[in-house]
């Protein structure tokens, strides 16, 4: 029985082939248009955004942190000496780093947030770098608030930000696509819209939060050798991870629905970084190490 075609040639049959290798297609050049690799492990990185919109963004976000009402700078010389000092010796061993093109068009920025509770610390593209002063009894020296504050600058440095942005886009673009090959083929609306859901969890949890991990494990990695090349004993990022895992009691989600290693894989992983990071640092004029001020 001859199959009968629609106006533009295509058999009613042949559509959804063909729909799926337009979709095929979309994905391929989204993925083939913007891609890098990062100097220091290799590793293949999606990237649909320029960086100029990156620090266009990390400049806005950092104004509303700053600009939020609840957010209060601190004030106290104690807090900031030792954060902004942290930050100069930091920012200078990117500058010298594999990063060194983006370092230097960084306008850096350091902003100490009086907030006691909070055990954080961000830096945004374009180099905005914001500390909690709640980090400061994890990190408890100046070499743990280096560990912290080199593992935050890589995120920035090493663009793991638009990285994430690229990923989420071409998986929405993904889904979108097979979702309108599932609608076009016939099937049924709520079987079309289960299978959605089910590409959806197997995209967040087999692809985006293993990436997710390895931006973390990437941070940690060269945010330890910029510490070290800063002056400051990387050891301390070991000594960081542990009392964070005892702080926080083993209350930690799995590793596989995380989008952060465990305490013991990190400890684990600095452990082995150890031989890189130990030379570097020993080359190095030793910084400052003073204590992290109590909070109060």
């Not at 920012?91 to 230097?104: F, G, L, M, Q």
Request: proline share 6%; aromatic share 6%; with cysteine.
């Amino acid at each position: 029985m001859k199959m009968k075609s629609n106006r533009e040639g295509w058999s009613n049959s042949a559509l959804p082939s063909n729909m799926l290798w337009l979709c095929f297609g979309i994905v391929t050049m989204l993925v083939t248009t913007g891609c890098q690799t990062n100097p220091y492990t290799g590793r293949w990185q999606l990237m649909m955004m320029p960086m100029s919109q990156e620090v266009q963004m990390g400049a806005q976000a950092y104004a509303d942190v700053k600009s939020d009402p609840k957010m209060r700078p601190s004030t106290d010389p104690r807090e900031i000496e030792p954060v902004k000092r942290v930050a100069a010796r930091v920012i200078e061993a990117a500058k010298r780093s594999k990063y060194s093109d983006v370092a230097n068009e960084f306008e850096w920025e350091v902003t100490v947030i009086k907030d006691d509770k909070t055990m954080n610390a961000f830096a945004l593209p374009g180099g905005k770098i914001a500390v909690y002063t709640g980090i400061f009894p994890v990190a408890k020296t100046e070499a743990g608030l280096a560990a912290v504050m080199g593992h935050e600058v890589v995120h920035a440095l090493a663009r793991h930000g638009g990285e994430r942005m690229s990923q989420n886009t071409l998986a929405q673009t993904t889904l979108q696509a097979i979702g309108i090959a599932l609608g076009v083929s016939g099937a049924n609306p709520v079987l079309s819209q289960a299978g959605m859901a089910a590409l959806g969890v197997g995209a967040q949890v087999g692809v985006l939060l293993p990436f997710s991990r390895k931006h973390e494990s990437e941070a940690d990695y060269v945010g330890v050798l910029l510490a070290a090349d800063a002056g400051y004993d990387p050891r301390e990022a070991i000594q960081l991870w542990q009392r964070m895992g005892e702080m926080s009691g083993g209350k930690s989600p799995s590793e596989f629905m995380s989008t952060h290693p465990s305490h013991e894989t990190r400890i684990q992983q600095l452990e082995e970084w150890m031989a890189e990071a130990m030379p570097i640092y020993q080359s190095k004029p030793p910084a400052p190490n003073h204590e992290l001020p109590a909070l109060h």
